[in-house]
């Protein structure tokens, strides 16, 4: 049954469709199902399957950011032991390999419409699995070797000789962008693909015209990358009785890999088969198919074994989906009471080598205005290419991007007027009663109490405290800054997701097509069902990332899994509901009207019967009944639900730096974030507590650093790219805030990205505050490192 | 090729293997124990650490017949029968993992840390010394919780013995 699930129907609320349901699972803090087979060493990561007489792929990558592939000699690497074969991009053209469509370009209704220059549809390069031409980035693999073992694939990676001609190179966003840059690729008179223009320019441009106060800044938001703990592997085998693949790979979604990837092959979909379990990790870099994912099946094929991958941690540094990498430059226009009038904004995105997503740009682009009620905007959004490894969606897509630029703005524009920064903010909040609010570009806010939010982060992280503590501080020699930061995310994501609903002989199966790499989606998946089934939260098991077993699904991103899976499961619920009540009235022989449902049992208060769901899973075998009807107790619902949602909160940070060393420690960190309703509170922190790690970590330490004169990346290992740690975290108070979402049927709105979105802000804000006395107002780029801290206080002691 | 003989969770093991063979990889791919995992291969993120003779090991930096004779533990080891470990448990109940790719290594980790102090650990000791284990989930505050929760039932359990 397909359904398009959307709000303006005359009268219906989506929290009509679990009306009567009571709540006893939902908004539990249960412990999680999953943890079980995770902590006694049972989970099923790729590299944790092996097959019969199973071969290794090892990757040959270019040295060379941009190089011509001249030519390619085998014959030392074929004659070496245990050497299966040595393929190239001349062999995959051969096979008729195709390159991997991403779709990158975001296409629900509610994204901004995102155009190359001229209103032209934009390029987006050709992902293919080894290129036949040129290679565009360092560590792009440009052959592959199967051997019998790890090692004779790897020591024979290295007497394949790749002839290369050195091409001119580009890394840097903003040289990329420059009309006489090297061009990635030859399709494109420059390198910018996108180059769109959005909001009311007219309108803009008076409001700037009429401000008392203009407010500018410029920054760049650095290139990270996920390292997830589990490196990107890939198991591919080629069944030729049934002419059929399979692939086991962890990813962010098992069935668009699936069509991605048969599309690649050449086949049909359903002759390929993905299976992706536990997931070490994935934060949008697993989102994309890797051509890893694609060569091991082919090379499966071709040899008549299985192929299995697994990448080195320097290769998941050097190829694994980026993130972030974005230029902004903002403007603001107040009025001389500090109203904010207008804004502007231009947006510049490095996508690397090829686009494999412009969710970044896009997502970032409807939010430029942040939680603030901001009449006028204008944003041109544009993107680039360049010799890097491409980027993706990191958590919180793009999203963390602008809440940077609007925070920091207001903050310049604090100490530019001498307002107070709260104040300043309190006056623009958008309220409650404005909502729904249709934001300078078009997006429009579901709900949220903003300022609430941030009176209770405020008084959290004793505000009123704050001068009394610097004072303290400086006694020890030390700087405190106290940073903040409001927020507001866009949740979209694919719109269609189906469940199968099951009832078995003494539990429930629920198949969904989301892939959690840690989210805990057959915990709170679970909790859903149980409440809407009324059965108990141990008879409901979750199905899972198996495309023989899960045939749709959206896979899971941009906090969409839960909000959408619970909508279509309560659908289905309502479904099975009706089939079990119609099985049990053919079974009675009674009225359909008679059979009722109630405390998690079909009843028929004539015949005194009252039967179980497992009960009736029985009669439901058993019984004579018409077609229709047959096949068991189970429901496949469909749902397409397009409306986005906009979780929100407010988060504030108080450091010390030591001026000594320019060391910054973190004392105190607050969170409060609107999830909408919390299904399981001990999930959602955890993603919160996670999520801050991330924004943390790219605020203070991470970088993916390109040697500026020879397009090496400097990022090898985790010696060389410095992470959040135990030691360099402090634990935190995050609170949630349920304000439920009028958008689907539980209130749901996110909890996986709240935390990173505000922590780049909050962070440089911490940082700015601790420096204001010895140092005014100071913008430390990104990642703001102790060298960098130090330098800014030595030169203004010089000064 | 060398022959190894050692005890991998109390079972007596004794196999023929390439002499460059990873502690690892014998655990993982000659005896099909991948509860231990790969995360980066040099040492640096502590998701292989296991236990040889009671010593918390990075498995993917040691030859497996550098651990000959020797008792190595892993986290199939931890659990007696269907009784988890107090480690295993803590994790659990503080949430401690997401999507446990770590956990293995760091509740080894961590079972080490337990053993080698006399009194029940402070946040501040555990952020110190499990500075070798990464996580990319959690952000670290629940497993710090975990660790010293776990630190005090097993001390409180047993104090004078804390052997797994």
Known sequence: MNSKFELPQVSAKPSDLIQGISLKAVGQPLKRKEDLRLITGQGRFTDDFSLPNQTWAWMVRSPYPHARILRIDKHSALALPGVLGVFTGTDCSADGLKAIDHSPVPSTKYDVKLRGPGDTPVFVGRHVLLPTDKARFVGEAVAMVVAQTREQARLAAEAVSVEYEELPWVADTEQAAAPDAPRVWDDLPTNVLVDATFGNQEATAKAFQEAAHVVNMKTRINRVTGVPLEPRAALGNYDPSTQSFTLYAGSGGAVRQKRELAQVLGVDAEKVRVLSFDVGGNFGTRNRAFVEFGLVMWASKKLGVPVKFRAERTESFLSDYQGRDLITEVSLAMDAHGKFLAMKAHNLSNVGYCCVSLSPLSKGSGLISGSYDIPYAVLRSRAVYSNTMATQAFRSSGRPEVIFAIERLIDKAAHQTGMDRIELRRKNLIKPSQMPYTNPVGSTYDSGEYEINMDRALAIADWSGIEDRRAQAKLRGKLLGVGMANYVESSIGSPKERADVIVHEKHIEVIIGTQPAGQGHETSFAQVTADLLEVSFDQVFITLGDTDIVTAGGGTHSGRSLRHASTVIALAAIDLKAKARQILAHHLKAPLESIDFIHGKFVHHSSHTQLSWFELFQVAQTADLPAELQGGLKIRRDNEMHTPVFPNGTCLCEIEIDPQTGGIEIKNYVAVDDVGRCINPLIVHGQTHGGIAHGVGQALWEQCLTEPDSGQPLIGSLMDYAMPRFDNLPSFKAEIAEVLSPTNPFGIKAGGEGGTTPALAVIASAVEDALLPLCGPVEIPMPITPVKIWTALQKAQKN | ?164
């Open chain 2, 1 to 164: 090729m060398a022959i190894i003989h050692l005890q991998v969770n109390k079972q007596v093991v004794t196999k023929d293997v390439p002499d460059q063979t990873l502690l690892i990889e014998l655990l993982r791919e000659t005896l099909g124990l991948t509860g231990t995992h790969t995360g980066c291969d040099t040492t640096q993120c502590g998701c292989c650490v296991v236990l040889v003779d009671g010593v918390s090991v990075k498995s993917c930096t040691v030859l497996a017949v550098g651990v000959q004779g020797c008792q190595v533990t892993t986290v199939e080891g931890l659990a007696d029968g269907t009784n988890l470990h107090p480690i295993q448990t803590a994790f659990m109940e503080h949430h401690a993992l997401q999507c446990g790719f770590c956990t293995p290594g760091m509740m080894m980790s961590a079972l080490d840390l337990i053993q080698r102090h006399p009194q029940p650990l402070t946040p501040e000791v555990v952020r110190s010394e499990m500075e070798g284990n990464l996580c990319r989930c959690t952000g670290y505050h629940n497993i710090v919780k975990a660790i010293v929760s776990a630190s005090e039932k097993m001390h409180a359990a047993n104090p004078a013995s804390l052997a797994p």
